[in-house]
C-alpha cells in the first residue's frame, strides 16, 4: 500500500500569503496518478489538480501542483479568505487509491 | 449537468448489513472513461477510500479494512452504483461519498454524501 504523508498538518498564513503543502509518497508515484482535493466544512471534496500539476475545470490559476516521484507539492499563491480550508492529496498508481491526512490552512 | 444522489444511510447496529446507492445523471454512465469510487469520512476526521467498481463493473478493488464485508456494483441499466455492507462495526461509521472517476483526472464530481451511523 502506499502511504502519503501530507506536511505540515496545518499551516497558519495570512490572506494574501503563499502556501506551500507537500505530499509525500512511500514509493514513487506516477505524476499522472497524483491529485489534489479541496475540502471546505460540510461540503464534499472539490478536484483541484491532477496529474500533478494539472489544473481541474474552474480552478484559479492562483493553484499551482509540482513534483514528481514521491515529493508532490500543493502552493497556492495569493491567499484569499476562501482558501483557508483543508486539503488532500490522492493517488491512483495502485490500489488501495489511499488518500493523505490532510492539511488544514488556517488563518494566522 | 452531472449529479451523483447517494441514499440509503442511517443508524444500524453493529453486526448488520447496510446498503447504499448513488444515482447517477448528467453523463453517460456507461462511457469506458468513467469508473465509479466509494470514499468515506468518519466524523471530524479525513477522507478514506472505499471501493472502486471500472466502468464496465468488471474489475473491483477494495481497502483491506472493508474487504471481504463491503461488495461495489453497478447497474448500468439504472445508472445506479451501489455499496453492500455487512458486518458493519463502530469503526465504519461515516459519510460515505460516491464519486466519479475521469481516466487520467481523477474523482472530478462527487454526490453530497450519505451518512452511516453504526451503534448500539
Known amino acids: 500500500e502506499i502511504v502519503l504523508t501530507q506536511s505540515p498538518g496545518t499551516l497558519s498564513l495570512s490572506p494574501g500569503e503563499r502556501a506551500t503543502l507537500s505530499c509525500r509518497a512511500s514509493q514513487s508515484v506516477s505524476s499522472r496518478h497524483l491529485v489534489w482535493y479541496q475540502q471546505k466544512p460540510g461540503q464534499a471534496p472539490r478536484l483541484l489538480i491532477y496529474g500533478a500539476s494539472s489544473r481541474a475545470t474552474g480552478i484559479p490559476d492562483r493553484f499551482s501542483g509540482s513534483g514528481s516521484g514521491t515529493d508532490f507539492t500543493l502552493t497556492i499563491s495569493g491567499l484569499e479568505p476562501e482558501d483557508f480550508v483543508v486539503y488532500y492529496c490522492?493517488?491512483?498508481?495502485?490500489?488501495?487509491?489511499?488518500f493523505g491526512q490532510g492539511t488544514k490552512l488556517e488563518i494566522k | 449537468q452531472v449529479q451523483l444522489v447517494e441514499s440509503g444511510g442511517g443508524v444500524v447496529q453493529p453486526g448488520r448489513s447496510l446498503r447504499l446507492s448513488c444515482a447517477a445523471s448528467?453523463?453517460?454512465?456507461?462511457?469506458?472513461?468513467?469508473?465509479m469510487h466509494w470514499v468515506r469520512q468518519a466524523p471530524g476526521k479525513g477522507l478514506e477510500w472505499v471501493a472502486v467498481v471500472s466502468y464496465d463493473g468488471n474489475i473491483k478493488y477494495y481497502a483491506d479494512s472493508v474487504k471481504g464485508r463491503f461488495t461495489i456494483s453497478r447497474d448500468q441499466s439504472k445508472y445506479t452504483l451501489d455499496l453492500q455492507m455487512s458486518g458493519l462495526r463502530a469503526e465504519d461509521t461515516a459519510v460515505y461519498y460516491c464519486?466519479?472517476?475521469?481516466?487520467?483526472?481523477?474523482?472530478?464530481?462527487w454526490g453530497r454524501g450519505t451518512l452511516v451511523s453504526v451503534s448500539s
Open positions: 490522492q493517488q491512483f498508481d495502485s490500489s488501495p487509491y489511499t
Open positions: 448528467g453523463f453517460t454512465f456507461t462511457d469506458s472513461n468513467f469508473g
Open positions: 464519486a466519479r472517476y475521469k481516466d487520467a483526472t481523477g474523482l472530478d464530481y
